[in-house]
């Protein structure tokens, strides 16, 4: 079914000129959103300006953060919506929206379920940095979750028929004299076009590929490289403040510790590495961070470094635990030896240094007891098996954690708090769920929970 679906998108002739709603954008907040609209019989459409769907939902690698859920007892962790708010908001400065944090953490269990009901299955966990438990959901097969979660949902939607626009730029939102939604317009395929509308959902995820907006908030990180697919402009950031809403925490980017950058392409290389074992060295083969910090700290460790990059470090162990690993190294982006001393004779490093490293970092795992960084996830195997590998890394730009002014009903807010009616967002295009650092695996999460939310309240305020 799903595994052997293959995506088509509508015919741009058949693109009607009215409907319940419009969703712009074909990530995982746009595709739940329109899944659930649809489910509670709205006719959606979903518009998505790049050639290909899934935006930077498809790249998504680690998992699903969520707390309660039948997955964790199954694997005999016992877990809280208390603790997973508290972990969030110490990682994200005390710098969350506590309205939106505590709707997420506590529908994060529902929304696993929700995946699960519909046949997506996430019953495998790992751990991101900042969190003290399991929670990242994750196919069984370990496999990445975005593109997962993604072609799930766009078999899901061909069979309640909802249509999918690629090539779709919407370029401005329509409202009447009162303030309503009423529209919108876009550019398919080249042809201007307006579709009426009583309601339109946000779901064109962050800026992280906008040099406009980089220069604008944080001119600091222009030089740095980005992991975010080219449609990644703030479009809807821009879209929507043209109405008169609010855009907050907009200096809050993301910047994430472990991307290889060594080629034309970005590769970001996800947390369950680290989630499942590898550590990270510097150049000279010697550790110096706890890894599974908050992407922050970890990220600003790296660029403390003289060379401003280091080495992810791990085994066989670890890379039988992470399936996207197979796709780095046929990449060709991974050092592979046989023993320790080859992989420091080929990373340049003294055999005795990372030899130490090693033999410590096993110790550590050993005795449940890192002395060195205090590291205390991630600890659940020795670095013993080999081969051995490595793959060297940088920080680049990841995530704007700023965004539109939502409320927990996902309704976009205008500068004076006001609902715009009939505007709603979702994802990554909202800011103030993570404060000023994200972490892992929240991301795919916030997709769900408030993909799922935007789609009902549209229901509601359509009834
Ligand atoms: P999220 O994780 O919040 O769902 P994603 O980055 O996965 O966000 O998806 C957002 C999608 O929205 C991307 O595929 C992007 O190309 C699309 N998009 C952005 N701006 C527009 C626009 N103006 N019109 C249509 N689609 C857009």
Redesign the pocket.
């Known amino acids: 079914m799903a595994e052997k679906f293959k995506f088509k998108p509508s015919d741009p002739k058949t693109l009607a000129d009215s409907c319940d709603v419009v969703i712009?954008?074909?990530?995982?907040?746009?595709?739940v959103s329109a899944l659930q609209a649809r489910e509670l019989g709205l006719r959606p459409i979903v518009?998505?300006?790049?050639p290909?769907?899934?935006?930077?939902?498809?790249r998504?690698s680690s998992g699903m953060n969520a707390a309660e859920t039948n997955v964790q007892l199954r694997h005999g962790i016992v877990d809280s919506f208390s603790e997973f708010y508290q972990e969030t908001y110490q990682g994200g400065g005390r710098l969350n929206d506590p309205k939106l944090l505590s709707y997420f953490t506590t529908h994060s269990g529902q929304a696993i379920d929700w995946l699960h009901w519909h046949g997506i299955k996430l019953n495998d966990l790992t751990i991101t940095g900042g969190m003290s438990k399991k929670r990242a959901h994750r196919p069984q097969s370990t496999a990445p979750v975005?593109a997962f979660l993604i072609n799930n949902l766009l078999w899901l939607l061909a069979q309640v028929e909802v249509p999918i626009f690629t090539n779709?730029?919407?370029?401005k939102l329509l409202k009447s004299e009162e303030g309503k939604i009423r529209g919108v317009e876009?550019d398919l395929a080249g042809q201007k076009q307006t579709i009426v509308t009583d309601a339109v959902i946000l779901?064109?995820?962050?800026f992280g590929a906008s040099k406009e907006l980089m220069k604008r908030y944080r001119p600091d990180l222009l030089s740095y490289k980005t992991t975010?697919?080219n449609?990644?402009?703030g479009?809807?950031i821009k879209?929507a403040t043209q109405l008169g809403a609010q855009a907050i925490q907009m200096e809050m980017v993301q910047i994430h510790p472990t991307v290889q950058q060594d080629t034309d392409h970005t590769y970001l290389i996800g947390e369950a590495v680290r989630g499942e074992g590898a550590i990270l060295v510097d150049h000279s083969g010697v550790r110096f961070t706890d890894e599974l910090g908050t992407r922050k700290v970890v990220a600003n460790k790296i660029t403390d470094l003289p060379q401003k990059s280091a080495y992810l470090i791990f085994d066989e162990g670890v890379k039988q635990r992470v399936k996207a690993l197979d796709f780095y190294l046929q990449k060709g982006l991974v050092l592979q030896a046989e023993s320790i001393a080859e992989l420091a004779t080929k990373l340049n490093m003294e055999q005795t240094t990372l030899h130490d490293t090693l033999l410590r970092w096993n110790t550590a795992v050993e005795t449940k007891k890192d002395v060195q960084f205090g590291r205390h996830t991630g600890m659940q195997r020795k670095l013993i098996q080999a081969p051995f590998y490595a793959i060297h890394i940088a920080p680049a730009i990841h995530y704007t954690m700023g965004g539109l002014h939502i409320d927990e009903k996902t309704r976009v807010l205008d500068e004076n708090g006001e609902i715009i009616p009939g505007l709603f967002a979702?994802?990554?295009?909202a800011g103030g769920l993570h404060g000023n650092n994200r972490i892992g695996g929240n991301?795919?999460a916030?997709?769900v929970v408030f993909?799922r939310q935007a789609g009902q309240q549209v229901a509601q305020y359509l009834e």
């Open positions: 712009i954008g074909s990530g995982g907040a746009g595709l518009l998505e300006k790049m290909i769907v899934g935006g930077n939902t498809l998504a975005g779709a730029k919407v370029e876009v779901a064109t995820g962050g975010n697919q449609g990644a402009t479009d809807g879209l979702a994802g990554e295009v991301s795919i916030e997709t993909g």
